[in-house]
Each structure stands twice: as structure tokens, then as C-alpha cells.
């Protein structure tokens, strides 16, 4: 099981900005497939973005598409997803998750931070 710790969540009014970390305390976090996940309250928890172990493959949600880019720093062992023009209901606890390269299924989930934007 990969430890991860995100941060970066707060407060910012609709058409602001955020930017979310990820640190894994994976050695070979350079193996694994980042994602980060939202649930918002009252609803399901759903796929916001991923990118694979190289950094070289990036997917996201339609909702999210050309305004959130996720990102990675192996050497140090983070994962972020800049969240910019945010509406409100982008409104959630981010989570972010990991899975060994060429699987299918995240194994590993971080704790949440929430993400509020007010209109």
C-alpha cells in the first residue's frame, strides 16, 4: 500500500484557481499510474484526471477537459493537478490515487483535501 498525502484545497471564488499536490511515499513511485478523483457531497465519487507512470500519457473528464492539467515530478515523487477557471461545481474532496503501471485498478487512495468555490 502507497502512502499518499494531498494538499493544496481551499476556498476561491468561481473563475480562480488551485493547485492541488500529491506526495507518494513510494520509492518506485516512477512505476505507478497517477490519478486524482472528486466526491461531492451527496454524490458518487468520479475520474478527474490521470496520467500514466512516464508522464507521457495524460486522460481527463469532459467536465474538467481544458481547464484542469495533471502533472508529475518523479524525482520527487508528486503528482499535482493545476485546477484553473473553476466553477462551483467543482466543488469536492479531491482525491488522489495510484495503480502499479499496466494495471487497471487504483489500489491506493490519499485521504481528500476539499476544494470550495464560491459563485
Known amino acids: 500500500q502507497v502512502k499518499l498525502v494531498e494538499s493544496g484545497g481551499g476556498l476561491v471564488q468561481a473563475g480562480g484557481s488551485l493547485r492541488l499536490s500529491c506526495a507518494a511515499s513510494?520509492?518506485?513511485?516512477?512505476?505507478?499510474?497517477m490519478g486524482w478523483f472528486r466526491q461531492a457531497p451527496g454524490k458518487e465519487r468520479e475520474f478527474v484526471a490521470r496520467?500514466?507512470?512516464?508522464?507521457?500519457?495524460?486522460s481527463y473528464a469532459e467536465s474538467v477537459k481544458g481547464r484542469f492539467t495533471i502533472s508529475r515530478d518523479n524525482a520527487n515523487n508528486t503528482v499535482y493537478l493545476q485546477m484553473n477557471s473553476l466553477k462551483p461545481e467543482d466543488t469536492a474532496v479531491y482525491y488522489c490515487?495510484?495503480?502499479?503501471?499496466?494495471?487497471?485498478?487504483?489500489?491506493?487512495w490519499g485521504q481528500g483535501t476539499q476544494v470550495t468555490v464560491s459563485s
Open positions: 490515487a495510484c495503480r502499479p503501471m499496466y494495471t487497471a485498478d487504483f489500489s491506493s
Open positions: 496520467i500514466n507512470w512516464s508522464g507521457g500519457r495524460t
Open positions: 513510494e520509492r518506485t513511485f516512477s512505476t505507478y499510474d
